[in-house]
């Protein structure tokens, strides 16, 4: 437990580097609020970006039509019943879907390392008389499975990890190819949300598992092109910093910041309200160019498979990152698809439905991991096999 005296005490003296690290962000965000102004002041300055390696942020041609970085939600409600509504509309005859996963891991609590991975889905069309559907598949990973035929020396906690992300891929591959040819069929636009970033980078040299978390990505990311199905990287708390490094790009005259995308655009100053200021405003679709996403580059033309966007979808806090393969931009399907997810998150109070759905299908509990401990004890027992839970574990068992 933690000692409320001792912890008010460490904040106490602590508090001139809060007021200290407050007042510098405030600075620096005032100095890259104004260098986004001039930049939408002279548009120009940008042609300059594919100059530098990795400028974090290329902006699309919504730049120029929206003579800025913010573009305004146009619609607007007295009640939330009035936002259900709406949300319905867009909502109505179209399937929209999210996969999530959980693990558990047992070694440290028993003799034999076991794992298990447990992926939750949730697929809604949206359309009366048809029903959603929600659903879990469960996979056992042995002791074998966890230890034997490794390339590299590999956690077996991580290779469970690894497990579950891709199994978690296969859904939207499912869901991707399931979906394909709805322009042909008359349907709806169906929209795929998946929970995270879309864009994973590692430094070289990689390791096979670093190469299997990216190469799943790119071929997940092409498979919504080939398919042209859409899909949307959802994060919720982003600390990505494109946008901080386009600015520095073009000006190198500022000291270098630990600000984030996110507390740029919902800061305020005494003169300018928050750049994203309003329940679904957003910024301009912008390529993703940061160091590091080289794999995450068209080949013949040099663009970005994926970009991204901001998306103001609580009144109280940051915006939501989302990250869209850029073919959807192409297609002109971008507004589409962000109406689909403001609609998703009124539905869900700030947060995708689908995503929360998926998470809450997903989700194994303290007591799921007591039962899955005790399903192990009784089927070593009757099969024979020798299996025992340490005295630690069961203390800490009791105690929480």
Known sequence: MIYRELLTRELSARKEDFADFAASQARDVEAYLQELER?????????????????????????????????????????????????????????????????????????LPVGAI????FENPHEPGKKYERDVSFELLTPRMLLENQEEPLNPETRIGERRFHAEVERFHEFLEKHKGWQERKERMPVAFFDGTLLVSFSLPQTSLQESFLKAMLDLVRKSAAARVPLVGYVDRSFARDLVKMVSCLNNSLEETSIYDSTLLSASTSEKPAMLNGWGNRTVFCESKRKGLEMFTDEETGRALVGFTYLQTTADSGPARLDVPSWIYDDGLIDELIDVVRAECVVGLGYPYPLETADATALISHRDREAFLAALREFTSNEGIEFNVSRKAASKARRR
């Open 39 to 111: 930049l939408a002041d002279d548009p120009g300055l940008l042609d300059r970006l594919p100059e530098f390696e990795g400028p974090g942020a290329i902006p699309g041609d919504e730049f120029n039509n929206h003579r800025g970085f913010a573009i305004d939600f146009e619609e607007s409600w007295k009640n939330h019943e009035e936002a259900r509504k709406w949300a319905e509309r867009i909502l109505a005859g179209r399937t929209t879907f999210a996969a999530d996963g959980s693990q558990i891991y047992v070694q440290k609590e028993t003799s």
């Open 118 to 121: 447990q992926i939750g889905w």
